[in-house]
């Protein structure tokens, strides 16, 4: 079955500094990503979707600049959170699909404290 | 996008009874996806069902795709069932706020 890798599960950083998030298709390739954010006790919000070879596409009010996402190979997509606050703290987490008739299948999560 | 609205928003349920989960979309979605995350925040997937049903051990989907909804059946709940339950259109694959069940021993 389809396996999505996300790396890392958890980090800690500093304000002003940047984080990468990876998320990968380990057996299938995803010409398709979504990343997503979850805040506490509620439900997941889409943030964007990462098309390989193109820019992503973001939801209303995700800040592009801040959230940098790329998709450079058919296996890969990366969340970059720049110049992170307190407030970005959250869980985050990326999804892929094998293509048209499949579900999708979802990373592990990455749990993000900005301190 | 579609809007997807969950019922009910929470349920506790003892041990052995079954309980049923309903998503409504605003509008036609081509698939449906039910999840169940756990405590640790993994999203499993339970069911990919664009209509009809779909059974797998003590869950079952229905989803009436012209009536855009879609129903999950848990059946002889058991404690490992606790967690939120999410569905979501493969169209855009936004979710619903999630039904969050709590199965008491």
């Known amino acids: 079955g389809a396996v999505v890798s996300q790396h890392p599960s958890w980090v800690i950083c500093k304000s002003g500094t940047s984080v990468k998030i990876e998320c990968r298709s380990l057996?299938?390739?995803?010409?398709?990503m979504f990343w997503y954010r979850q805040f506490p006790k509620q439900s997941l919000m889409l943030m964007a979707t990462?098309?390989?070879?193109?820019?992503?596409?973001?939801e209303q009010g995700v800040e592009k600049d801040k959230f940098l996402i790329n998709h450079a190979s058919l296996t890969l997509s990366t969340l970059t959170v720049t110049s992170a606050h307190p407030e970005d703290s959250s869980f985050y987490i990326c999804?892929?699909?094998?293509?048209?008739?499949?579900?999708?299948?979802f990373g592990s999560g990455t749990r993000l404290t900005v301190v | 996008g579609i809007q997807v609205e969950q019922s009910p928003p929470d349920l506790i349920l003892q041990e052995g009874a079954n309980s049923t989960l309903r998503c409504n979309f605003s509008?036609?979605?081509?698939?449906l996806q039910w999840f169940h995350q756990n405590p640790w925040g993994q999203l499993i997937n339970l069911f990919y069902?664009?209509?009809g049903t779909k059974q797998n051990g003590r869950l079952s989907a229905t989803t009436v795709a012209t009536e855009r909804y879609s129903l999950l059946y848990i059946s002889s709940s058991q404690t490992t069932d606790s967690g939120v339950y999410f569905c979501?259109?493969?169209?855009?694959?936004?979710f619903g706020a999630g039904t969050r069940l709590t199965v008491k021993p």
């Open positions: 979501a259109g493969t169209n855009d694959m936004r």
């Open positions: 999804s892929a699909s094998l293509g048209s008739g499949y579900g999708y299948t």
């Open positions: 990462s098309n390989e070879g193109s820019k992503a596409t973001y």
């Open positions: 069902i664009p209509s």
């Open positions: 509008d036609s979605v081509n698939n």
């Open positions: 057996d299938f390739q995803a010409t398709t």
